[in-house]
């Protein structure tokens, strides 16, 4: 995923001379391939996310096409307010990535953790919600962020969980994307990022789930998601992210104006990481290893 | 005269008035500094405000903004209407600075977020490798922001020699004395130790900010500016001078008057 990461930036760069990569001191190594491609391009604003934000404003006003890159702790969470007032306000074309939203940064603890990024990020206007599940879904994500000409946030979680798809025919924004459909699907379940590879699994084991990934959180195609709330049983939503205001709640919220259905909530509870681990001891933590997410979900089968 | 500093302040009279508004003197300490700025160094080709080639001008302390407003009506940008409805339901005009008014370049009144923009505008500019210049006004209570000095040591790094800051030392923030609150120290010996050319001066003195954005601008190839104008925070008002409550007093029909009469007395 951070190799298609890095090819989509070069093939945008290339193609658009008015891409500015600004980073913020971070990625190592992810973007080798591109200084060596676009070198007045690329753009090392040094740790001070809030001055390169205001900055890719300014740019963008005069007419470029920032690409502002940080860990999603910081962008758009430390930038919140620049993203707000100095880019979302006037539609601006900024496109900014998160890097390693949720738990990537395991070991590292809270700082380097983000599972409220959906949350903030949804609530400003003018700003769109991406967060794809693998490299295919990343390369288009990207590829209408730059059509959109207008503020994006990319949330590139966990990368290596391999891929979801085989292939990936055009995408159209706001579009859910089956990605398993069951024998007799009775249940449906949603997911993003990460939490797509989860959801697939749990579903190989139950044999009558319908799997979505959801790649975009905003905007999106609300007719898609009330017709499969309203086509299940019930609805599992799956999100490496906070239970408060992410894509569990954004469901929530559809399904209760238009096609009320019972959803379980897969997420992150309200709390802050505990220990230090791996990716893999982390989730088990936060209940969202396999195995935990697998008896949850039984059990509210049959609670149904 | 366009841009006279006397018809400017009561043009601000006016409007406050009109609005019951609040932010009197943060406006009054800026009217030498736009009327120079509006008079004599922006550039608005055919007095159009999105012309791609007109300089930049943000005004980051959105405090300000009535000062602002009134140099717009002097370049036809903004009508009598729009003062006489200040603040009135459904207006457009709004107490701090609104991005989509055409002439006013950022969103402003959280503080510190005009200087980034203005830094990448001065990139974009030298990208671009036009002569286009950016200016941005904050406040000497706004510098307390960290972005504020991030954006310095940006700028100075990527040498945005087509970069002003102008920074209005009026003394006060919001909630008293700047000194007291957090100190500033010497504001240009913190500008030049961030890499900036920097200058004093009187800013109410209209021949010294011109001769300093003259020699600002003459100066060091590969530096940005950065002008620092002591002032006076309610300048004009005899009775607003150096006091603070008229960044939140509102004016009745008397003060109004006795405001008017201050200006008028000044200037004969």
Redesign the interface.
Known sequence: MRDALSDALVSLGKKDPNILLLTGDHGYALFDDFRRECPEQYIN??I?E???????????????RPIVYGLSAFIPIRVL??IK??VA??HLPVIFIGDGAGFVYSHLGTSHQATEDIACSRVVPNLSVYSPADRFELTQCLAIAYQDNSAVYLRVGKADRGDIHQSLPNIKSGRLIKVKTGKESKYSFIATGSMVRTAIDVADKLHNIDVWSMPFIKPIDRSMVEKICHNSEAVVVLEEHSKFGGLGSLIAEIASESSPVKILHVAVNDRFSQKCGTYEYLLQEHELDFATVYKNIRNFFERI | MKFDPKKLRKTVLDMAYAGSTVHIGCAFSIIELLSVLYKSHLRYPENDPFNKHRDYFLLSKGHGIMAQYACMRELGWLCDDDFLNYFSDGSDLKGLSD??IPGI????G?L??G???????????K??KTDQKTYVLVGDGEINE??IW??A??AT?HELDNFMVIVDENGFQAMGNTQDIMKLGSIQSKFESFGFDAITIDGHDEMAINKAIVGLWKGNKKKPKALIAKTVKGKGVDFMEHDNSWHYTRLNQESYKQAILSINGNNT
């Open positions: 604003a040094g001070a809030q001055n390169m934000v205001g900055v890719a404003a300014g740019l963008a006003r005069s007419g470029f307010e620049q007032l100095d306000h006037d | 991005s989509r370049e950022v969103t402003s959280s510190g977020h200087f980034s923009v203005g830094v990448g505008l001065a990139m974009g500019a990208l671009h960290g972005p991030e954006g040591l940006f790094h």
